[in-house]
C-alpha cells in the first residue's frame, strides 16, 4: 500500500479563491412559462412591452359620461343624462357617447369614447333610463390613464434578479407569458472506489454503501443546479478517466468523490491533469485534506475526499459559492453572523485549518462532529465554524465567527 | 350589474380554523431514491435494515493478527509475524489467518477470519515479508464491531421528518436506496372572469392579464405542492362547475381565483354548495372579503377574490397553512415574532381585520400596501400583520406582533 506525501498543502482561502477564479457563470438561456419561473434566474432585463392598462380605465363602479354634460349642474338645477348601456370589466361600449348621454360601467371598466369622467352610483339619483346629477363632474374623475400601473417600457425585473412571487406576478399582470431564465448548472457526481456499493444492494463484507451521491445531490439542488448521480466506478482509472471526459460532454461542473488522496489506489491527482489545469492538490484543513481541482476548458472538475463527513464539509465551504457563482445566485450560500460556542471546539491537527460543523440550541453554537467517516456528524447542523491554523481549542463560552447555511440548507441567520 | 350583499362576515380566526379543520393531510404515498428525496416527507419511520458496517471492521492503517501470538513481545524479545497477504478496503481475505500470521490492512477494511486485532504501521518494523512487534497487541485493538455506526434497526428517519442532506446521507450509508414520501399534493388553479387575458396574448380594451397563476403556482411549489394553473374560464357557471368537477378528479385542492363576490357575475357562491358543503363565504377581512370555501369529501374547493394582491394575502395567511397540513409539512408556513413599524399604518375599515403586507428596512417594519388591483402592493414583503377589528392606525414606532413568511417565500424570522 504504497503512499506519496501530499506537496506543500493550499490554504482554505487560497483553494476557494482559485475555484471561483476559474468558475464561469452559465450562459446558457431557457425560456420558461412564469408559472414555472419561480426561484429561477432572470437571463435578461425584462420592460413593460405596453403600457398596463392599455386603455382608460374607471376605478370605480359608477357612470362614465362627458364632463362638459354636468358643468350646470346645481343642487337645484339638476342636469338628467339618459343611461344608453352598461359596460362588463372585458366589454368596451361599442358606439361614442353622445350629449347628455351615460354608460353604467364596473370597476376596471374601459371607458367609453366620447366619455371624459365617471360618477360613481353614490352621486346620482337614478330613474328608470334616466341618472340626475346635483353637481358637476370634473374632467377625468375617476378615471386612470393607460399605464397607470406600469408605464410602457417599465423595467419589471432586472438581470440576475432571483424571480419570486412579486415579481412573476408583476410580469404575468404586464402581459409577460414567458421569461427568458439562465439554464441551471449540471452537476455530474462520480463516485469512484471499489468499497462501494449502491445502496440497495444487498451488505457485502468489507464493502460500504457509497452515501455522497444522496448528500451531494441534496446540496446541488438546494443552490439551483440539477444533480447528476452515477453509479460507483471501480478505482479504474481508465474507467475513472473516460467518466470523467464523458461527464465534461454534457455537465457544467464534475465532482469525483474517492480516490482523491496520495495513495495507490487514488487516481484523480493522476488523472485531473491530463483532463485540465490543476488549481490545487491538498487543503490544509481538517477534515477534507484530501480535495483537489482542476480547470477544464470553462469546466470544473473537483475531487472531493470519499470519507462522507470530509466530502460533505468541503462541499459546504469550498464548492458550494462555486456553485452558486455557476448558477449566478449571489453569495456564497451562507451568511457571516457570530455565535457563543455551548462547548470547547477542539483542533486535533493545530496545523491546519478545522472545520466545525455547528448546530444552535437555546441560542448556542455546538460541535455536530463525530469523525469524518459517519455522516451523523452533520446531523442538526446548520451553520459551520472554521478555526485558522493554530488556533487548539476554543473554550465554550467563547464568542467565534460563524457562517449560517441559507435555506433550504440551514435555516437562514438568527433562527 | 346586481349586487347581493354577503352574509354574516366570517372572522379570520373562524375562517381559518374551519378549513384547517376540513383539511385531510395527504395519504398517497411514492417511493423515490435517495438521491431525489431532499425536501420530501418521510411517509414511514426507516430503520437500519442490517448493522453499519456489517463485519468487523479496523479503523486504522495497519497489520491484522492473533492477539495472541504478540503476547510475549518484548522491547528485547520481539516478537516475529509473517505478512501472508494484503486486504484493501473492499475486499475480504480469503484464508484465515494461522499462528504467527499477518495480513496488511488498509482503514475500514474487513479483520481476516482468525484475526482479532490490528497493530498500526508506525508500530512496528518491517523488512522483506516479516514484521517485527516489541510490545503485545490488545484483543481487539483497532478493531470496531458490526453495527458499530448504525446498529441493525437503528431508527434512521421517523415518519413525517423532512428529509434533508444528513438524513438522506444516513439513510444511503444504510443501504437503503429508495424511501417512501408523501406525494405532494396536487392544486388546481383556475382562474375566471371574461375580463382575463393569458399573458402572452396581445392586449386588448377593457381585458387584464391574469396573473393569479404566476404567484399561486409559486406558493403552492413553495409549500410542497404541485401547481397546475389553467387557462382562464369565461364567467360561465356551466363551464365553471364543469372545470372545478373535472379538477376534483385529479387535485387534492381546488382554488379558484374571481367570481368569488357578490355580483351577478360571481358564480363561485352559487357553484360551491353544489359540488360540497360550505365552510364560509365572505371573510371579515380587508383586503380579501370576496373569499368562500366548501369541502368536497376529502377535498377543499377554495374561491379567491380576482385582485392579485388581494388573492396572494388571502392565499398567505388562510391557504398556506392549509397546503402544509394537506403536504404533512409542520407549522403554518411562517414563524411568529415582533417588530417595530416604520411608518404609520392605518386600517380603512375598521370593522374588519386589516391585512398589512410588511418589507422590513434597517430592522424596521414598513407596509408594502398600495392597492388590491396592484400585485407591487406585495413587492419585497416578507412578513404580514394582521390589525384586528377596531384597530384603526397603529403608529410608527409601535410595537406589533407580525408573521415572517418562511423560505423560500421570506428570509425566514431575524434576517
Redesign the interface.
Known amino acids: 500500500?504504497e503512499m506519496h506525501a501530499f506537496g506543500r498543502l493550499t490554504s482554505v482561502d487560497v483553494a476557494r479563491r482559485r475555484l471561483l477564479a476559474a468558475a464561469r457563470p452559465i450562459d446558457r438561456v431557457e425560456s420558461v412559462r412564469?408559472?414555472?419561473?419561480?426561484?429561477r434566474v432572470a437571463a435578461a432585463t425584462v420592460r413593460a412591452p405596453?403600457p398596463?392598462?392599455?386603455?382608460y380605465r374607471t376605478t370605480w363602479?359608477g357612470y362614465a359620461l362627458r364632463s362638459k354634460d354636468t358643468a350646470g349642474a346645481r343642487k337645484d338645477h339638476p342636469v338628467d343624462l339618459r343611461v344608453v348601456g352598461?359596460?362588463?370589466?372585458?366589454?368596451?361600449y361599442p358606439g361614442r357617447l353622445g350629449p347628455n348621454e351615460a354608460v353604467?360601467i364596473?370597476t376596471?371598466?374601459?371607458i367609453p369614447n366620447g366619455a371624459d369622467a365617471v360618477v360613481i352610483f353614490e352621486e346620482v339619483e337614478r330613474s328608470g333610463e334616466t341618472v340626475r346629477l346635483r353637481k358637476p363632474v370634473g374632467r377625468g374623475d375617476r378615471i386612470s390613464p393607460p399605464g397607470h400601473?406600469f408605464p410602457r417600457g417599465t423595467v419589471l425585473v432586472r438581470k440576475g434578479t432571483e424571480l419570486?412571487?412579486?415579481?412573476?406576478?408583476?410580469?404575468?399582470?404586464?402581459?409577460?407569458?414567458?421569461v427568458a431564465v439562465y439554464a441551471r448548472p449540471v452537476v455530474a457526481l462520480l463516485p469512484n472506489?471499489?468499497?462501494?456499493?449502491?445502496?440497495?444492494?444487498a451488505?457485502?463484507?468489507?464493502?460500504?454503501?457509497?452515501?455522497?451521491?444522496?448528500?451531494l445531490?441534496?446540496?446541488v439542488?438546494?443552490a439551483g443546479g440539477v444533480?447528476k448521480?452515477s453509479p460507483p466506478l471501480p478505482d479504474d482509472p481508465v474507467r475513472i478517466e473516460s467518466a470523467i471526459r464523458a461527464a465534461l460532454e454534457s455537465a457544467d461542473i464534475v465532482l469525483a468523490t474517492g480516490g482523491s488522496s496520495v495513495?495507490e489506489?487514488d487516481h484523480l491527482p493522476t488523472l485531473l491533469p491530463k483532463v485540465g489545469r490543476l488549481l490545487f492538490h491538498g487543503i490544509a484543513v481538517r477534515a477534507g485534506k484530501p480535495t483537489l481541482a482542476a480547470r477544464a476548458g470553462t469546466k470544473l472538475v473537483i475531487g472531493l475526499p470519499g470519507h462522507?463527513t470530509s466530502c460533505?464539509v468541503n462541499m459546504y465551504w469550498l464548492v458550494l459559492p462555486v456553485l452558486r457563482k455557476v448558477a449566478r445566485r449571489p453569495g456564497p450560500g451562507w451568511v457571516d453572523g457570530w455565535a457563543v460556542l455551548g462547548s470547547e471546539a477542539v483542533a486535533p491537527s493545530p496545523g491546519l485549518s478545522t472545520v466545525v460543523p455547528l448546530r444552535f440550541e437555546r441560542g448556542r453554537a455546538y460541535s455536530t462532529f463525530r469523525g469524518s467517516?459517519?455522516?451523523?456528524s452533520?446531523?442538526?447542523?446548520t451553520a459551520y465554524a472554521m478555526l485558522p491554523p493554530g488556533r487548539r481549542r476554543v473554550r465554550a463560552g467563547s464568542r467565534i465567527r460563524v457562517h449560517h447555511l441559507?435555506?433550504?440548507?440551514g435555516?437562514?441567520?438568527?433562527?
Open positions: 500500500m412564469v408559472e414555472e419561473a419561480f426561484g405596453f398596463v392598462p392599455s386603455f363602479d352598461e359596460v362588463f370589466a372585458e366589454q368596451s353604467a364596473a376596471g371598466g374601459a400601473d419570486a412571487t412579486t415579481e412573476l406576478g408583476t410580469l404575468a399582470a404586464c402581459g409577460v407569458g414567458e472506489g471499489n468499497e462501494l456499493l449502491t445502496p440497495g444492494a451488505p457485502e463484507t468489507g464493502r460500504i454503501f457509497e452515501s455522497n451521491n444522496a448528500t445531490s441534496a446540496v439542488a438546494a444533480p448521480p495513495g489506489r462522507p460533505l467517516s459517519v455522516i451523523t452533520l446531523s442538526g447542523a441559507l435555506p433550504p440548507l435555516p437562514g441567520p438568527g433562527a
